[in-house]
């Protein structure tokens, strides 16, 4: 179904990190010891809650994003990104003496990729500096989470917007083996296969086996879970058992990075929107799938023009 693009536009308030992705293109993955040429190098803006904020931006939301920056080379090219993609920076916090954070992304031909983040200022992210902006909760329509900033601090986001009754979205990545139960009492999750798999210790490897791990996280707590496929979309469970199955248009795959982000965003923007759970799912996949069939994280988010052009 067309998206109504007269809808009004949300408040998406997202929580996380802010990282200069240095992405070097290569044939394949290298093997543990193997030293490999690569065909590029490029520095891209990035992070999950950057990759979010700018995701939900393009999609026409107004977006604040609660983040640090450290003092290093990269804080201002970062800064000036975010505002660029009309995301507010009027909460964006400097850490002295501190990098910024940057993940290190190797992408093979395939799309796929292996990230290492040093977290850098997002690590100094703390529940004080939550609290201090409280104000932007007050006006949020929902709450966008990761597990990019330190675990105390996304508790206490979580707990500051159930004071201001906002919904929360957590996209638990990267995934905690062991986790405080508070972590999963929010309105909705969307983990992918690996992350499902090590929040519920129950094997992902099919769409059956995630519908039986999105049952779980909604015994943990979630309300609404979505387990997040791939090319084989997503499964999602509610807390009365409610099953609902979305698949992406097929893309050729160019580069996986962002395409998790690019859904939550489009999901937050569609159920601020009141969308339909079966709408936002078909809405999201499609996001998550133009977002795959580009380059880099932010440059590949995708506009509100261009999901409703697949999904028209």
């Known amino acids: 179904m067309k998206p109504d693009t007269a809808a009004a536009r949300p408040n998406i308030l997202v929580v996380g990190s802010i990282n200069m992705d240095l992405v070097a293109r290569c044939s394949r993955l290298p093997l543990p010891g193997e030293t490999l040429f690569g065909t590029s190098l490029h520095e891209i803006s990035g992070g999950k ?12 939301a107004n977006v604040s994003l609660i983040g ?16 660029e993609n009309c995301v507010s920076v009027d909460h964006l916090l400097q850490t002295e003496d501190c990098s910024s954070g940057v ?3 190797n992408v093979e031909d395939s799309g796929q990729n292996c990230i290492t983040v040093i977290p850098g200022a997002n690590g100094r992210l703390t529940p004080d500096d939550i609290h201090t902006c409280e104000s932007a909760f007050a006006d949020a329509s929902i709450l966008m989470l990761q597990l990019e900033v330190p675990l105390e601090t996304v508790l206490a986001a979580i707990a500051l917007a159930k004071k201001h009754n906002v919904p ?3 996209d638990p990545a990267p995934a905690l083996e062991s986790f405080p139960a508070e972590l999963l009492n929010v309105d909705y999750a969307c983990p992918n296969e690996t992350e499902a798999s090590l929040l519920t210790g129950l094997p992902v490897n099919s769409v059956a086996e995630a ?17 997040t496929l791939g090319e084989r979309g997503v499964v999602c469970c509610d807390q009365n058992g409610n099953l609902h199955h979305a698949k992406p248009p097929t893309v050729t795959v160019v580069d996986t990075t962002a395409a998790g982000d690019a859904f939550a965003a489009a999901f937050a923007v569609q159920v601020s ?7 936002a799912l078909s809405f999201a996949c499609a996001a998550g799938a133009i977002a795959a069939s580009r380059e880099g994280a932010q440059p590949g988010m995708p506009t509100q023009a261009d999901v409703e052009r697949v999904c028209s």
């Open 68 to 83: 640090r920056l450290g003092d290093d080379g990269f804080s201002s090219t970062l800064r000036n990104n975010l505002a």
């Open 49 to 60: 809650g950057a990759n979010q904020a700018v995701g939900a931006a393009r999609l026409n």
């Open 168 to 170: 929360v979205i957590l």
């Open 211 to 227: 519908e039986a791990a999105a049952k779980k996280l909604c015994a943990l707590g979630v309300k609404h879970s979505i387990v």
């Open 273 to 279: 929107q009141q969308r339909p759970i079966a709408e």
């Open 103 to 105: 993940a290190i992304i």
